[in-house]
């Protein structure tokens, strides 16, 4: 007669377990997000003003020719890491996902929708979805490394082949 109690007490202890664990998979794609904004922020910043030093500093005489080319070295090396690194997209990505996230374990606990009161396999339809939204942010951060691009951000005419 005990089991019944003790199996209802693990299976609850096991869906706390998940509501937490999906709750720091959210804070870890909310650091990722603002630490990938970031590097494409400082990025695009260092290329926008290397760029825009360039033909200021042409004008002054008193420039060294060497100055104006690291300067404009400056920028293109900036502007292709902030492309190689595809920065702006995969955070994107992992904020887009935390949000999802978020709004389904608040529709768990908040027990609405699809989980509400009556429903008797919640928690399982809670962890398949959580489990689908994984799914579709693997896809999507493949993509973002998947996706050719050229030094402008235009997509380039190449065709990524598996």
């Not at 706390?16 to 970031?38: D, H, M, T």
């Not at 690291?70 to 702006?88: D, H, M, R, T």
């Not at 939204?133 to 973002?144: N, P, Q, T």
């Amino acid at each position: 007669m005990t089991d019944i109690p003790v199996q209802a007490a693990a299976s609850n202890a096991s869906e706390r377990e998940f509501e937490a664990a999906v709750l720091r998979e959210i804070k870890v794609l909310r650091g990722y997000y603002s630490q990938q904004i970031s590097r494409h922020r400082w990025s695009r910043m260092i290329a926008y003003v290397s760029a825009t030093l360039v033909p200021v500093l042409a004008a002054a005489s008193a420039v060294p020719r060497w100055t104006l080319g690291v300067l404009g070295a400056c920028s293109v090396v900036a502007g292709a890491i902030s492309e190689l690194y595809q920065f702006k997209k995969s955070g994107l990505v992992a904020m887009q996902t935390a949000n999802v996230l978020e709004r389904q374990l608040t529709r768990y606990m908040a027990s609405i929708g699809p989980y509400g009161r009556d429903v008797p396999d919640a928690f399982e339809r809670f962890a398949t979805k959580v489990e689908e939204i994984r799914e579709a942010a693997d896809k999507a951060i493949l993509g973002v490394w998947e996706e050719p691009t050229s030094l402008d951000g235009k997509a380039s005419p190449r065709q990524v082949t598996r």
